[in-house]
């Protein structure tokens, strides 16, 4: 496998939330003058989706060549009307997947489009975990507005010759899907210019997908594991990761570096919720710190080690994210970048989180433990069937 390819010379800037994330983006989408990609799991019909949309046809009719990827499972809700509204303004769009219920055990139907990626004119490029979906637009939650705590997420804006290797990743599957869709072929020739270097952070972009990168996003995760000397933070969202990742977490632990999971505390899928707290017996017994966000939904999927490597991106840590779902993250080298990465993470787990204890985890009540063990099977006995077992290691 290929391992991570580093550029210099990168300005990346560190978004938390949709507060910071939709007005960067927006100013962005209303800079273009030639071209724009933009890529989402969820496009959501409101305030933040009809913000974005309408940056977007604004775009469109400046002359610029918007294309806009949306998953069809994840999209399914969005209107046909406000669909039609921004193609009949020249926003060019392309459901990935079909806009119907994925929950089969053959494969074909499981792939997503679950990666959340923007560039605009090739010049500045969004790489991260959010939606285009309002932070405080939770389900579950009726009454929404400012007083909801907004979800938990992270994205990041870049400038500089990284933007080259997002550009070449969202062209090469809009003209994919293009051909796939039996769409008329491509005739784009923008080729943007982006020798420029804003600043001085290291960084690679990667993608899973299911030809040539079915594995870089776990390996560059595992490889950061192994090579750890203090510290490893690990925010994600839907964490039920295989028997490498679990045994790279242990080792570190046992030669004494600090290994600090923040995970989900609020039920969201009930399965999976469940199935991942059977994995923290053994991660607690190994002094591994497990800390759970209540403040509000959880969605981030970031970490940071040794207070030098991060990584902000779409895949989660589950076999979803690593075996079935187009993701793309970001691996950032750079000290100060991962200070402010690092500081956020410390603050949301003072404040906003639970600490599992080893002792109290051991005294659960018996049927909290049938449930767990009961889930966790069902979650192995599915990924089994839909092939998984084939060729990873989640058992």
């Known amino acids: ?41 969820i496009f959501e019909h409101d305030s933040a989706g009809v913000r974005i949309g309408e940056a977007l046809t604004r775009a469109a009719k400046r002359g610029a060549s918007v294309h806009l990827m949306i998953d069809g499972f994840g999209s399914r809700k969005l209107p046909e009307a406000f669909v039609e509204t921004m193609e009949n303004a020249g926003v060019h769009v392309l459901f990935f997947g079909q806009r119907t219920s994925p929950w089969t055990l053959r494969r074909s139907r499981l792939r997503r489009l679950h990666r959340k990626l923007a560039v605009i004119d090739g010049r500045i490029g969004f790489v991260g975990g959010i939606n285009v979906i309002d932070d405080r637009n939770i389900p579950g939650i009726p009454i929404k507005g400012a007083n909801i705590p907004p979800r938990f997420d992270y994205a990041v804006e870049i400038r500089g010759p990284l933007v080259s290797d997002i550009h070449r990743s969202v062209r090469n599957l809009w003209i994919l899907r293009v051909w796939m869709h039996l769409r008329k072929p491509w005739k784009e020739n923008f080729s943007p210019n982006n020798h420029e270097k804003p600043g001085n952070q290291v960084a690679a972009f990667l993608v899973r997908d299911n030809l040539r990168h079915r594995r870089n996003i776990e390996l560059a995760y595992l490889r950061a594991i192994a090579s750890a000397k203090r510290e490893i933070i690990i925010a994600n969202a839907y964490f039920f990761p295989g028997l ?69 991106g779409s895949s989660n840590i589950d076999p979803f994210s690593l075996l079935l779902a187009r993701e793309a993250n970001v691996m950032v080298r750079d000290e100060p970048f991962a200070f402010e990465l690092r500081d956020s993470l410390l603050d949301a787990i003072a404040n906003d989180s639970s600490r599992l204890l080893p002792d109290s985890w051991a005294r659960q009540p018996l049927t909290t433990r ?20 084939r060729d990873h290691e989640f058992r």
């Open 1 to 41: 496998m290929r391992g991570e390819r580093f550029v210099s010379g990168n300005a990346i800037r560190l978004l938390k939330n949709g507060d910071a994330y939709f007005p960067a983006l927006e100013a962005a989408l209303d800079s273009a003058s030639h071209e724009i990609f933009l890529e989402t799991y």
């Open 244 to 312: 490498s990742f679990r045994h790279a977490l242990v080792d570190a632990a046992s030669r004494g570096v600090r290994v600090v999971l923040l995970l989900q505390g609020k039920v969201e899928y009930l399965l999976l919720h469940y199935a991942t707290r059977a994995l923290y017996g053994k991660f607690l017994d190994s002094g591994i710190e497990i800390h759970e966000y209540h403040r509000s939904l959880m969605h981030a999927k970031v970490a940071v080690i040794d207070g030098f490597w991060t990584t902000v």
């Open 370 to 389: 049938l449930m767990t063990w009961l889930s966790y099977g069902l979650v192995r006995f599915l990924t089994g069937m839909a092939g998984y077992g």
